[in-house]
C-alpha cells in the first residue's frame, strides 16, 4: 500500500473507503436509508486499530452501533437501536442520537429570556424533554466532512431555525465524532447563534456492555459515578432545587455499585417516582476545561470497561426504566427494562428556570461547547 491517501469504491456496494498507509483508523460511508421526503441518511463506520468500531448516521447524528471486543477479543455491540430508518422515525427512543436544543427536561416547557416569556413543545406530558416533539434526533443532519489520520473522523452539522419548536434564535450546531486506536470516541459539540437562546446537548447512548440482547440485561454490571450530590425529582421527574447528598443512599455510587442493588428500593420515594433511577448526579469535579470523568460502566464477565468523560458538571444516569418489553431493536431483539443504561454528561435538568444551577443560556458572538467521550477498555480480571 502506498503511503498516500486513497479513495476507493467496492464493487456492488454504495460503500466509500477512506485509509492512509501512515494510519491505522478508517473510514467507512454507506447508505442507511432514505427520509420520508426521499432525503438520504448517511452511514460512516469509524475504525480503530484494536478492534473497536463505531457505526454512525445522519438522522440525529445517531451513534446506532458501538463494537467492542471482550477479553478474548469476540466484539459485541454494546449499544441498543435500531436497523431501519423507519424504526428510528416511527418508534422515537432516543437511543444513540444527539440531543438537543435542551437536553432532559424543563418545567412546563417554558422559560424566560431578557424579560421575554418563550413556550417550547411539550411532549413529556407539561414538561419539555430532549428538545420538544420534533428535536434533534429527528432531524437528518449535514455530513460535512470524513477523514482518517490518527483518528478516524466524522463531522455533522445542522441549521435549527429561530423558532423551531419555540427557541429564539437561529441556531448552527456542529458535532465532531472522532475515533483513535485506543478505542476512545471523542464527540464535540459546538453552537453559535444569532439571538439569544439556551443550549444544552449531549449524546443519548443505551449501554450494555453484555451486548446488544445479552440475557441478563445490565443488572450484571458496576457503576462508578464520582458525586457526592444528586438532585431529587418531583413527579414529572423535574428537578426540586435540592442537591441531596448520596452518602447512606441507593444513588451512592462513589465506590461502585452493581446494577440490581437499588433499582427496584421502592423505600426510596426516588426510586418510585422514576421507577429505577432517572436522576442528574452533581459531579464532584464541576465543570472543567477538559474532558474527566464522569461515570466508569464494569461487566466483569466480557472484561469490557466503559468510561464516560465530560467537561459539563452533571450526569443524568437512566437506568431503563422504561423498556417495557413492546420494542424491539437491532437484530430482533426484544428490550426489557434495563436491557440498556444511558450516561449523558450535561448541564442540569430546568436549569433555565433554576438560575442556583447555573446558566443555559448563549449569546451572539459566544460559542457552545461541551466535549465528552466513550472510552472503552478490557480489564484482564
Do not use: C
Amino acid at each position: 500500500m502506498t503511503k498516500g491517501r486513497w479513495i476507493g469504491l467496492m464493487a456492488g456496494a454504495s460503500s466509500i473507503f477512506l485509509t492512509s498507509g501512515a494510519a491505522a483508523a478508517t473510514v467507512e460511508k454507506s447508505v442507511f436509508g432514505e427520509m420520508p421526503d426521499g432525503d438520504t441518511v448517511e452511514a460512516v463506520t469509524l475504525t480503530g486499530d484494536n478492534g473497536v468500531s463505531v457505526v454512525l448516521i445522519t438522522l440525529g447524528a445517531t451513534i446506532q452501533a458501538f463494537n467492542a471486543p471482550d477479553r478474548d477479543g469476540t466484539a459485541a455491540d454494546i449499544t441498543i437501536g435500531y436497523d431501519t430508518v423507519d424504526d428510528y422515525l416511527e418508534r422515537p427512543n432516543y437511543w444513540g442520537q444527539t440531543i438537543g436544543r435542551y437536553a432532559n427536561r424543563f418545567a412546563g416547557g417554558r422559560f424566560t429570556l431578557d424579560g421575554r416569556d418563550y413556550q417550547v413543545s411539550q411532549n413529556d406530558g407539561e414538561n419539555t424533554l430532549h428538545g420538544g416533539a420534533t428535536g434533534f434526533d429527528m432531524r437528518n443532519w449535514t455530513l460535512e466532512s470524513v477523514s482518517d489520520g490518527d483518528r478516524a473522523v466524522a463531522v455533522m452539522t445542522l441549521r435549527s431555525a429561530d423558532g423551531d419548536q419555540g427557541y429564539p434564535g437561529n441556531l448552527d450546531v456542529k458535532v465532531v465524532y472522532s475515533l483513535d486506536d485506543a478505542g476512545a470516541l471523542t464527540i464535540d459539540f459546538s453552537a453559535t447563534t444569532d439571538a439569544p437562546t439556551i443550549v444544552n446537548l449531549t449524546n443519548h447512548a443505551l449501554f450494555n456492555l453484555g451486548g446488544n440482547g445479552w440475557p441478563y440485561g445490565t443488572y450484571d454490571q458496576r457503576l462508578t459515578i464520582p458525586a457526592s450530590r444528586y438532585t431529587p425529582v418531583d413527579g414529572g421527574l423535574i428537578p426540586t432545587g435540592e442537591q441531596r447528598a448520596v452518602e447512606g443512599t441507593v444513588f451512592d455510587f462513589r465506590s461502585g455499585r452493581m446494577l440490581w442493588d437499588g433499582v427496584r428500593d421502592a423505600q426510596d420515594d426516588q426510586i418510585a417516582l422514576g421507577r429505577g433511577w432517572d436522576h442528574n448526579w452533581v459531579l464532584d469535579k464541576g465543570r472543567t476545561a477538559r474532558p474527566e470523568l464522569a461515570a466508569r460502566l464494569e461487566h466483569d464477565l466480557s472484561g469490557r470497561v466503559l468510561e464516560v468523560l465530560s467537561t459539563e458538571p452533571g450526569l443524568q444516569f437512566y437506568s431503563g426504566n422504561f423498556l417495557d418489553g413492546t420494542l424491539v431493536g437491532k437484530d430482533d431483539v426484544l428490550y426489557r427494562m434495563g436491557d440498556g443504561i444511558a450516561l449523558e454528561p450535561q448541564l442540569f435538568p430546568d436549569t433555565p428556570n433554576q438560575p442556583e444551577f447555573g446558566s443555559s443560556r448563549l449569546d451572539p458572538g459566544e460559542t457552545y461547547r461541551h466535549t465528552m467521550i466513550y472510552r472503552v477498555s478490557i480489564k484482564n480480571n
